[in-house]
């Protein structure tokens, strides 16, 4: 059909549904925060150079990207009538040119170049100068689009509010609604997790183990309960934005919010300060200043985690073990009690156990998919069997600091009958084992302290381990 227009696309939240620059800037912290410290000083010579030392010191592989499934549709029906389609971007050219090759839909392709940043009324006066006014539709996605919009024979839009639609009808020419917007409250939810909160109970733990029934250290240890809830909210989204590339190819993990593009990147950048601001300010009330630091430590800890860490062999189960025991330390820290030398081993072996028992659920999954080796880890797939006697060894040497502390001076002056407590080891036992085997027939999820607090014989084993306490006491 010769009398078609040329179909021209926006890249950033409409053909695919993140922003490039975003992807970019994201996978160069995952990767070399020197790097992006370099590329950060680019900044001073214009938003195109920046995009341009991004795109030069960032290999985004476009096959990896989250594609609006709708707008490749509309694209590719229009191809087959005939029409011609051009990708037309404010995305560095050389990134465009490879999503377009490997999409093999449009004519030409025109990104930023260092020089000119194609947004806004450059780009509307590109593709004018280009095709003329009224010769093209534009497929976009915001404010920034109405210049381009005012000159096209049809303003095509994907994910415009309400108030942004009205805007482009106030425009002449014709409007039509690709795509509705989805970004709702459900998925931000789920960005920052609070099924994971239940893994911060641990914070109450000095305060059970002590036997303490003062109310002002148990308001205290519920603020640093909310205030590490939040925080650790602030790490998983930070997580999220670091593992992009490698959740897009692991079953599960490719449809969180971010990496499926249900909430766009520009919004997780800022929920990490976000969310680690609300928790400080409920660190506050807690008015210690060892809480205080024992929050800086986890948090510096994660964030070298998250880029670091979690590649190297055993290291990154030694600092998971470290995060699961700074937990007990918060609550410590925030109320005053001491934590006894049984606590701290029992609690070191048992969570070096449940680190293991994570990477060993991850490590079947690279199994069952057939990949030889865990995406953004340093295990392979054989490296399962190493990492499951680990986990095995390690949560029973934790019974047995538990059985060593069963009969210790300390115990006989907290308890009336602590020979009853010697039920405890054997619920224990029980209990590692079962994680282990879950993990290894592949229904542990991604965390076993959250799997424990959904699984129902997990339930009966703290229920049971509760009611043989309340037996020692009475």
């Not at 939240?13 to 020197?34: G, M």
């Not at 998983?236 to 990496?259: C, E, G, Q």
Request: hydrophobic share 50%; aromatic share 10%; with cysteine.
């Amino acid at each position: 059909m010769d009398d078609l227009p040329v179909l021209a696309v926006d890249l950033d939240k409409t053909l695919i549904r993140s922003d490039v620059l975003y992807e970019s800037f994201w996978d160069c912290a995952s990767k070399d925060l020197w790097k992006l410290l370099h590329v950060l000083g680019s900044l001073a010579a214009g938003k195109a150079q920046f995009k341009e030392s991004l795109a030069r010191n960032n290999a985004i592989d476009p096959a990896a990207l989250a594609y609006n499934d709708n707008v490749v549709d509309y694209i590719r029906n229009w191809r087959q009538q005939g029409g011609k389609a051009v990708l037309v971007t404010a995305t560095d050219q050389s990134i465009a040119n490879a999503t377009a090759d490997h999409l093999g839909l449009f004519d030409e392709v025109y990104g930023s170049d260092g020089m000119r940043n194609l947004k806004g009324s450059t780009k509307a006066g590109f593709l004018v100068e280009r095709y003329g006014a009224g010769n093209y539709d534009y497929i976009g996605d915001a404010h920034a689009d109405i210049p381009v919009w005012n000159s096209a024979r049809r303003a095509i839009t994907v994910g415009l509010s309400q108030k942004e639609r009205g805007r482009v009808h106030s425009l002449s020419g014709e409007v039509m609604h690709l795509c509705d917007q989805e970004h709702s409250s459900r998925a931000y939810l789920k960005a920052i997790r609070p099924h994971q909160w239940s893994k911060n109970i641990l914070v109450f733990l000095p305060l059970i183990a002590a036997h303490e029934a003062s109310i002002d250290s148990w308001l205290d240890a519920f603020f640093a309960f909310i205030c590490f809830s939040l925080v650790a909210s602030s790490v998983y989204v930070l997580n999220d934005l670091l593992d992009l590339a490698s959740d897009r190819l692991h079953p599960r993990k490719r449809n969180r919010p971010f990496a499926s593009g249900m909430i766009p990147l520009q919004h997780g950048t800022f929920m990490v300060p976000g969310l680690l601001l609300s928790g400080l300010l409920f660190g506050l009330l807690v008015q210690r200043a060892e809480f205080l630091l024992v929050m800086a430590l986890y948090y510096a800890t994660t964030m070298l985690y998250s880029i670091y860490l979690k590649r190297k062999l055993i290291v990154d189960i030694c600092a998971l073990a470290g995060l699961y025991s700074l937990r007990i330390f918060a609550g410590s820290a925030a109320t005053g009690l001491p934590i006894s030398e049984w606590l701290l081993a029992f609690s070191i072996f048992l969570f070096f156990s449940l680190a293991a028992v994570k990477r060993q659920g991850e490590l079947v999954d690279v199994v069952n998919s057939g990949r030889g080796k865990a995406n953004g880890r340093g295990y392979q797939g054989d490296d399962q069997l190493i990492v499951s006697m680990m986990a095995l060894s390690s949560g029973y040497i934790a019974a047995l600091v538990m059985a060593l502390y069963l009969d210790s001076p300390e115990v006989r002056e907290l308890y009336t009958h602590p020979i009853r407590l010697w039920g405890i080891c054997l619920i224990l036992l029980y209990w590692v084992s079962r994680m282990v085997m879950m993990a290894h027939r592949g229904i542990m999820d991604d965390d076993p302290i959250v799997f424990a607090v959904r699984d129902r014989v997990s339930r009966y084993c703290g229920v049971l381990i509760l009611i043989v306490i309340i037996a020692g006491i009475m």
